[in-house]
């Protein structure tokens, strides 16, 4: 990872003119093969499937009960391990998962790898029928690490660092073109240069896409109609950003870290820090409470106007509930073994992801977070990095690589899916 870096420090100290790049944006029938987006000096950079039935043996359907109680509490939630999806294979070797994004009855999963060399992609989850998820595309990108994606409208953003050198920095933002209802990859629109050496977050609010990028970088406007920068705003070691429905924007980054909130963006912010003598946490994540249906999600964070807490996952510290407005810390938890690496929020429910400690399953409010239990497959702890929960649907990186999915069961009073088809 080291030489990685250095790689990416010397790309960002030179300028650099790249006249090799062709561009073959390839409008897609019903593809049932690999499409070329991409070449670069005659190598193929940028590739597309869109097929699931090409995809279909990357597919394990399982069908998997998991109880989650606490010795403390009658409360109980039942979850089934439903299918697993394989990694993407970037020049033959599997991808690390970097991002998962659920919008509506669709999953997005993004990819970057580990090493010195550079290489990522995307692959596309069919929900609709959530016991048999259907692996619809996947996208390779060889020359690029992608570390967050969203989808807005028929738009895919991905986000991260790349070792083209065609641009300043090794930051980047690409926009990618959807059709068929956001299920299959149609062409690129634009690859954006940002600055430092990684995007590594997005949000959007209004008509405007904000990213975060890490060292030496900030917050960057751009434009959704023209793809064009319009603003940065200096924010060092900033690592993730939220929009909440007052329309507030939330960046969680500095040195050490705080959280900024901007009451009226982009003229006026305040921060609030946190009261901690620990080192500096290594991984950070935020994350709202949603209590959004299916058919009223956005494709940014939804917070209800009297839901006022942010939940940072803090690494070492464990989690912390803040007040936006405030400051004030609610509540905090800090699991007995392992780190906090991510956390996931919805409907009352907040996952925990603590590496090799496993899956914790907490239940929240606005004042307090409570530990319901912890995940167990297969009779030993489930050991994920990375999971998003949202509209009954727990993804969540497997220590093995790929991807698992989950579902909360018809037993728990939280919007039963049993409605939908088991039949394989």
Same mark, same amino acid.
């Given at each position: ?6 790689? =990416? ?28 987006? @991409? ?13 699931? /039935?090409?995809?279909?043996? &990357?597919?394990?359907? =399982? ?14 939630? /039942? ?11 970037? /020049? ?23 090493? *010195? ?15 048999? !998820? ?5 996208? &390779? ?28 920095? !090794? ?19 634009? @690859? ?11 949000? %959007?609010?209004?008509?405007?896409? +904000? ?22 705003? +200096?924010? !060092? ?14 960046? $969680?980054?500095?040195?050490?870290? @705080?959280?900024?909130?901007? *009451?009226?963006? !982009?003229?006026?912010?305040?921060? $609030? ?32 106007? #009297? ?34 690496? *991510? ?22 409010? #606005? ?6 239990? @912890?995940?167990?497959? $297969? ?11 949202? /509209?009954? %649907?727990?993804?969540?990186?497997? #220590? ?22 088991? *039949?394989?």
């Amino acid at each position: 990872m080291a030489s990685k870096l250095n790689k =990416l420090i010397n790309l960002s100290l030179l300028t650099l003119t790249v006249t090799a790049h062709q561009w073959v944006a390839v409008p897609l029938a019903q593809a049932t093969s690999m499409k070329e987006l @991409r070449t670069v000096n005659n190598k193929l950079i940028t590739s597309i499937v869109n097929d699931p /039935n090409g995809l279909y043996d &990357k597919v394990n359907y =399982l069908e998997h009960e998991i109880k989650v109680n606490s010795d403390k509490s009658n409360e109980n939630l /039942n979850l089934n391990l439903v299918a697993r999806i394989k990694p993407l294979k970037i /020049n033959n070797k599997d991808a690390n998962i970097s991002n998962l994004f659920i919008d509506g009855q669709k999953a997005y999963i993004s990819y970057c790898t580990a090493g *010195d060399k550079f290489g990522g992609g995307v692959q596309i989850i069919n929900l609709k029928n959530p016991w048999k !998820p259907v692996l619809e595309a996947e996208l &390779k990108i060889t020359d690029t690490d992608i570390y967050s994606l969203m989808v807005h409208k028929n738009k895919l953003f991905i986000t991260g660092t790349t070792d083209s050198g065609e641009f300043h920095t !090794p930051a980047i933002l690409q926009v990618i073109e959807l059709k068929n209802d956001n299920l299959n990859f149609t062409s690129e629109i634009k @690859r954006i240069n940002l600055p430092s050496y990684a995007g590594t977050s997005m949000a %959007v609010q209004d008509n405007k896409l +904000l990213v975060t990028t890490g060292s030496f970088g900030g917050l960057t406007e751009i434009n959704l109609d023209t793809y064009e920068k319009e603003r940065f705003i +200096l924010l !060092p070691e900033a690592k993730n950003v939220r929009v909440n429905e007052d329309n507030k924007v939330t960046v $969680f980054g500095g040195t050490p870290e @705080r959280l900024f909130i901007f *009451d009226k963006y !982009p003229e006026k912010y305040h921060s $609030f820090g946190f009261n901690t003598s620990e080192n500096q946490v290594t991984q950070s994540t935020l994350e709202f409470n949603t209590n959004t249906k299916q058919s009223e999600l956005k494709p940014v964070i939804s917070l209800k106007e #009297e839901a006022k807490t942010a939940y940072l996952g803090m690494g070492s510290r464990g989690v912390i509930g803040m007040n936006i407005s405030t400051g004030k810390t609610l509540f905090s938890y800090k699991p007995k073994t392992g780190i906090t690496r *991510d956390i996931s929020v919805n409907r009352g429910l907040a996952f925990l992801a603590n590496g090799r400690a496993g899956v914790e399953v907490m239940k929240i409010s #606005e004042n307090s977070i409570k530990k319901l239990g @912890r995940i167990d497959l $297969f009779n030993k702890p489930y050991t994920t990095n990375l999971l998003e929960y949202k /509209n009954n %649907v727990l993804l969540a990186e497997t #220590e093995e690589g790929g991807l698992n999915i989950l579902l909360t069961s018809e037993n728990t009073s939280i919007d039963p899916i049993s409605k939908f088809s088991r *039949d394989f």
